[in-house]
């Protein structure tokens, strides 16, 4: 492959970095064709993009980047899958999902909510991190609960006055 042709790939991938809020390193080497296709299909499925990327190149473009991942140079060895996408859990969903059937891929390393994530041991926590919109949903419904109760407790009262003052008015009479 000449320079040129080099620099072009990555460009784009700078361009995809730049532009992706989130993605994962992963090692999908030693899969065969069936169970690559069936890991690409539930990519693209999850509106997840996978590429499988040369590490050399791969490296220049997160040096020429927006973000600061030196902790995931050490990761680039051996066959490298990176997975974009605008919803953080989402890879780490599908990657424990698919190895319930398979051994691979492992997570080498991802950025996620502007954290670096190094290994596969970090998968658990990968799952368990909430997207921008489910954080924003608990904050709504913690925000509702208390006003759900207010309103609830005056509606209540309403009744208990509604009764008091009915039996102070047939008292008069």
Known sequence: MKREEKDIIVNDLVDQLNNATH???????????????LLRRKCFESNIKMLVVKNTLLKRALEKSDYEVEELYKVLEGP???MFTET???????????????AKPILKGAYVEESVYVGDDQLEALV???SKEELLGDLIALLQSPMRTVISQLKSG???????????????E
Do not use: H, Q
């Open 88 to 102: 953080g859990n989402a890879p780490a969903k599908l990657l424990k999902e698919f190895r319930k059937t398979n």
């Open 23 to 37: 993605f994962y390193l992963a090692d999908a080497s030693e899969l065969n064709a069936e169970r690559t296709s």
């Open 128 to 130: 368990n991190v909430k």
């Open 80 to 82: 490298t899958a990176i």
């Open 158 to 172: 309403n009744n208990i006055l509604a009764g008091v003052l009915e039996t102070l008015s047939d008292k008069k």
